[in-house]
């Protein structure tokens, strides 16, 4: 009775199709996945795969850092040669 009074306060009486509600719910996932990853490093069998899993991901914040960086860079740069506005006269 409680969690579901609480569930209906949390989301709303319009379910899980408003914007906010999806981005609540995926934060509620990753946090859920991030924790069943802390639990399976209980088994010594896992415990390898969670550690190179967060290992990974880790590394990749400096790689998705850079690319970020690159993909704004070519974005500047189409918009300077205005490729795709149909505003500009040109070929593009």
């Known amino acids: 009775m409680l969690s579901q009074n609480f569930s209906t306060l ?3 009486a319009d379910g899980p199709f408003l ?4 981005i609540l719910m ?3 996932l990753l ?3 991030l924790k069943s990853f802390f639990y399976l ?3 010594q069998w896992l415990s390898y795969i ?3 899993i967060y290992t990974v991901v880790s590394d990749l914040k400096v790689f998705g850092l850079f690319f970020t960086i690159l993909i704004l860079l070519f974005s500047m740069v ?3 040669l205005g490729a795709g ?4 006269p040109g070929e593009f």
Do not use: P
């Not at 506005?85 to 500009?88: D, F, S």
């Open 19 to 22: 914007f906010r509600n999806k």
């Open 41 to 43: 490093r209980i088994f």
């Open 31 to 33: 946090m859920q996945i």
């Open 50 to 52: 969670v550690t190179m």
């Open 10 to 12: 949390l989301v709303g």
């Open 78 to 80: 189409f918009a300077v």
């Open 26 to 28: 995926t934060i509620i």
């Open 85 to 88: 506005n149909q505003n500009v």
